[in-house]
């Protein structure tokens, strides 16, 4: 393997005076380096990958299909943990068994799955319904982290398919998220829905103990019938006091990050339904076909992810901007911070040698056309080459504003263009108004931004983030990073809330406890 690495890194070197608009000279390159699955199309041809690099990275990618097959097969491969991987799982259309430790996963699987429409529609019809009997208009999510982003960032995708009770959210232990979103809110009509895997989590925890008292309040001890859990740890939310015909668990296999297709989506549900919510599973069953089937050379998390280790290892760009021109996927960028960062931000392989080479790379971004009256000015004019990665929709969901449509996609196109043109400067003096241009981007085209393509899509980056963290050696599914600062903030706690102990810290800790003492 390291000679493909090195072979990389001298074709690279060989071919980096090469510019992107000359390699689209060739009127098929448009064809050769674009992949298309339905009614989707992730365009590559405007980064620097030539055919013959293509063929080493496709090379890089020769172990992903046996690590594939070990992770749909239920295998456990997340070994830090002991735990197979199978959020593909929750997602199983095909009809076939899934094996953990010899049991078929399936059944139980489905049972949760059902039980989830049956309480969604309940819940829609009012049939399960607030203390007073009136129907649910309002549902709270307490979670974070990925028992936060996912629904999140799916309900507010799939706005136009919304026909429930309205979705909250409360994530952050900061005082104003859980009293801003409560302060619009009526505990009589508000069901509340505590979604924390491992019913610890600090913030989750505190955060409904304070939503609790709300509807206590209001409720008395009626207030139980507003409340649900998503969680694994059943014994931990009996103990909450919570309805165990209300809560809806999920196996270990299933990580947080990649939990929105199973309880964790809950609100989405809710919010539009069992139907729709059936086919953003069909989605990603379809992107999870894909990968599992398709050529390696035309497998679209694959190529993206080859493409990914293009830009970051060989040529040496850190970060990556996730920029949809899709407004309702304004919290994409955040969802795949965790999805990505929290899985590929790692510096020891596999077997705890340290890392030779980056891993994954910081991922920002921001939809468009908002971002490009922010950061964009670096984008086109800073030091940094940032690899940008567009995702636009071909129809909208708004016929009587056409307009406004074909103006996001003709920006969205037009930002793709200006970065690998650029611009020469007007006259030899005004370098200011240069733009260098030879920026690469990918774009992913859609139909239309539907529960199954939304599937599709982050099915697609799931699996990315897979064939990125296997070609780098690394274990994509534990997350022993986000620990320290857990267990230091514990113990800050009390030195926090008593001046008297700020001991045995380092000295800038120490001077900023004493300067925030002096201010509270
Ligand atoms: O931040 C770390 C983390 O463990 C994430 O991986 C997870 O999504 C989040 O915390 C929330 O965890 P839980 O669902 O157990 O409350």
């Not at 529960?451 to 070609?471: M, Q």
Request: aromatic content about 8%; proline content about 5%.
């Amino acid at each position: 393997m390291e000679d493909i690495w090195s072979d990389l890194a001298a074709h690279r070197k060989r071919t980096s005076d090469i510019r992107i608009s000359d390699l689209l000279k060739d009127t098929n390159r448009f064809n050769e380096f674009s992949a298309s699955l339905n009614d989707m199309l992730l365009d590559y041809s405007k980064t620097s990958i030539d055919a013959a690099a293509m063929h080493m990275l496709l090379k890089l990618a020769s172990g992903v299909e046996a690590k594939r097959d070990a992770m749909f097969r239920g295998d456990k491969i997340n070994v830090s943990e002991d735990r197979a991987v199978l959020h593909t799982a929750l997602r199983n259309r095909s009809g076939n068994p899934v094996f953990v430790n010899n049991v078929d996963v399936m059944p139980a699987v489905q049972d949760t799955l059902q039980r989830m429409r049956q309480f969604s529609q309940d819940i829609r019809q009012g049939d399960i319904c607030a203390a007073d009997k009136r129907p649910f208009t309002d549902i709270i999510n307490i979670g974070v982290g990925g028992s936060d982003l996912g629904p999140v960032m799916t309900t507010l995708a799939l706005a136009p398919y919304h026909d429930g009770p309205r979705t909250h959210f409360i994530s952050n232990i900061d005082s104003a998220h859980v009293s801003d979103v409560l302060k619009g809110l009526d505990p009589q009509r508000t069901l509340v829905i505590i979604a924390s895997k491992s019913f610890t989590t600090i913030e989750t925890m505190t955060n409904a103990k304070a939503v609790v008292k709300w509807l206590t309040e209001a409720l008395g001890d009626q207030h139980t019938k507003h409340l649900a859990a998503v969680s694994s740890a059943t014994e931990a939310t009996a103990a909450f006091g919570i309805d165990p015909t209300r809560v809806f668990g999920f196996e270990d296999w299933v990580g947080g990050r990649y939990s929105v297709w199973g309880p964790v989506g809950l609100p989405l549900m809710l919010a539009i339904g069992p139907d729709n919510f059936d086919d953003f599973l069909q989605g990603a069953f379809e992107m999870d076909t894909h990968f599992r089937t398709a050529p390696l050379d035309e497998n679209m998390p694959v190529l993206l992810a080859l493409i990914g280790i293009w830009h970051n290892n060989i040529c040496g760009y850190p970060t990556r901007a996730i920029l949809p021109y899709d407004h309702r996927l304004g919290r994409l960028p955040a969802y795949f911070q965790q999805l990505d960062m929290e899985s590929n931000g790692k510096s020891v392989a596999q077997d705890g040698t340290p890392l030779t080479r980056d891993s994954g790379p910081v991922i920002w971004g921001e939809s468009g056309t908002n971002g490009q009256h922010a950061f964009y000015q670096l984008i086109h004019q800073g030091t940094a080459i940032i690899p940008c990665e567009f995702l636009v929709a071909a129809q909208g969901f708004e016929p009587d504003l056409q307009h406004h449509h074909d103006l996001l996609v003709a920006n969205c196109l037009a930002q793709s263009e200006a970065l690998l043109l650029g611009r020469k400067p007007l006259t030899p003096k005004s370098s200011h108004r240069e733009f260098p241009g030879n920026r690469p981007s990918t774009t992913l085209l859609y139909r239309q931004l539907t529960p199954r393509t939304l599937g599709k899509i982050i099915a697609l980056y799931e699996h990315r983030v897979f064939v990125e963290g296997t070609i780098w050696g690394i274990n994509s599914f534990d997350q022993w990073g986000v620990e320290l600062g857990k267990q230091l903030a514990v113990n800050t706690l009390p030195k926090v809330e008593n001046s008297k102990h700020t001991d045995n810290m380092d000295t800038s800790t120490t001077g900023l406890l004493n300067a925030y003492h002096a201010l509270k």
